[in-house]
């Protein structure tokens, strides 16, 4: 598989020519093995030689899949003729996406002639490495829609089937892959060789089930959310669910610490899923069904980012607000709502970092921090409104008390909550001023080399008033 950076110049001519060298002399040499060096007629192939010669296609293949996403890199420059191509407009729609599309399909034709070399010679791991190679052939095509030789964008079933094909493309991917897995037959034949591919799998798996959420479920839709639910049917719910659940499962049985990261962000699509349909079911019991589920993977992601919170700020942050927003959406009883609350205060840890000095601020760094400033609004936003409907609980149980009590001795509920909107209020009006005297762009970020964010300390005060 290829190794290569993406960052290179990818419009040296220098590099496009030793490409090029590399790519004829690798074709002489297969056409060579090919017809037993003399240009007589193909022979069959020795094993060493039918090994070679797959490992020449699989050479061929590599070079122009790598050049086939270098042409799509924003920092590529086309030759001076493509660019003319490009710049005719009119009919011609020749441009870089057509570039890689034929190279896409030349890879795909050598990996598929390695893939036959290696599958007569019975090379199980290269077998399953063509296998992957192919696999990043059809997630381009699905992620790029790149336009496949012979077709045309003004054609249009092309232009309908744009999004079925885009999944067919994955699906083509996880194909290829299940066919590697088969071939294999068992982990023990090649441990290092196996997990390579499951974790690919797994993450073609993840990409095709979001995909297919997506285009069902669209928040960009016109037509309501709950319309686009209710004409869900039980296979296309299957299409949507079942890929993640085998990404998850693949995930956690691999056990590593990426591959807990990824099964966590596994549960979370899940959950995203489960907490948009549960409301449009037709009867009680897929309703707690679905609701269950939804709760049992925001719970299972949670749990995860809750203890990695470090380097996963921002996605914490979000997945807490999606979690509080379904407690929320369930009831708006107190139990519910503490629960939501609770989701918000266990976000604290997400806006305390480590002192900086302002040398080591990079540009990514910075970038996360004033993303985690942005969330914190939205945090302390959520908290005030949950606290006010808590606080009109309260003051409801009260006013109930007062009026059934009969004898001498009220036992009112304590003030817990109210307390705890005042200390909110509080917090509001010192960042009101303090915006007022200072001028701030941060969003409550004054300093890198500051250890917290201010909303740091409010929710560490509210979490020690709530238990």
């Known amino acids: 598989r290829d190794q290569r950076e993406e960052g290179g110049s990818c419009g040296d001519s220098a590099k496009k020519n030793e490409s090029d060298g590399a790519v004829d002399g690798l074709k002489k040499n297969i056409l060579s093995m090919s017809t037993g060096g003399n240009g007589a007629a193909p022979v069959v192939a020795a094993p060493l030689l039918r090994q070679r010669l797959g490992d020449a296609c699989n050479e061929i293949g590599q070079i122009l899949l ?29 441009g870089m996406s057509h570039v890689s599309a034929i190279m896409l399909a030349s890879a795909q034709f050598w990996f598929l002639d390695g893939l036959a070399r290696f599958t007569e010679g019975k090379d199980l791991r290269n077998l399953a490495l063509l296998r992957c190679n192919l696999c990043q052939c059809c997630k381009i095509r699905a992620n790029t829609n790149v336009i496949l030789p012979g077709s045309s964008l003004e054609d249009p079933s092309s232009l309908g089937k744009k999004k079925s094909n885009s999944e067919s493309y994955l699906q083509e991917a996880v194909d290829h892959l299940v066919a590697a897995h088969d071939a294999m037959g068992q982990r023990d034949a090649d441990p290092v060789t196996w997990d ?21 479920l669209s928040s960009s839709s016109p037509e309501p959310l709950i319309l686009q639910a209710m004409r869900l049917t039980p296979g296309a719910e299957k299409a949507i669910v079942e890929p993640m ?131 914190s609004e939205s945090i302390e936003a959520r908290v005030s409104k949950l606290l006010l409907s808590l606080v009109k609980i309260e003051k409801g149980k009260k006013s109930n008390l007062k009026a059934a009590a009969t004898g001498p001795k ?33 969003n409550g970020w004054e300093d890198p080399s500051s250890p917290t964010f201010p909303i740091f300390e409010l929710l560490e005060t509210l979490s020690e008033g709530l238990s």
């Open 66 to 94: 790598s050049e086939s996403r270098a042409v799509l890199l924003p920092q590529f420059s086309p030759p001076n003729d493509i660019r003319l191509m490009m710049a005719n407009g009119g009919k011609s729609i020749f």
């Open 196 to 216: 390579m591919v499951s974790e690919e799998l797994a993450a073609t798996l993840l990409v095709l089930g979001v995909r297919r959420r997506q285009s069902t």
């Open 245 to 375: 659940e085998r990404s998850c499962a693949i995930y956690e049985s691999l056990g590593t610490p990426k591959a807990n990261h990824q099964a966590a962000a596994a549960h979370y699509q899940l959950a995203l899923y489960f907490s948009k349909v549960w409301t449009c079911q037709r009867d009680e019991a897929r309703t707690r069904e679905k609701l269950a589920a939804a709760f049992e993977h925001y719970g299972a992601a949670h749990r995860y980012f809750f203890r990695h919170v470090r380097g996963n700020e921002a996605t914490f942050v979000v997945l807490s607000l999606d979690f509080s927003n379904l407690y929320s959406a369930v009831s708006g009883e107190e139990e519910c709502l503490s629960k939501a609350l609770r989701c918000c205060l266990d976000t604290r840890a997400a806006f305390s970092f480590p002192a900086l000095p302002h040398k080591a601020m990079t540009p990514a760094l910075s970038s996360t921090m004033e993303q985690i400033a942005t969330l």
């Open 410 to 442: 009220l036992l009112l509920p304590s003030d817990k909550y109210t307390n705890m909107y005042r200390k909110v209020l509080g917090f509001k009006m010192m960042s009101g001023n303090k915006q007022s005297n200072e001028q701030d762009e941060g």
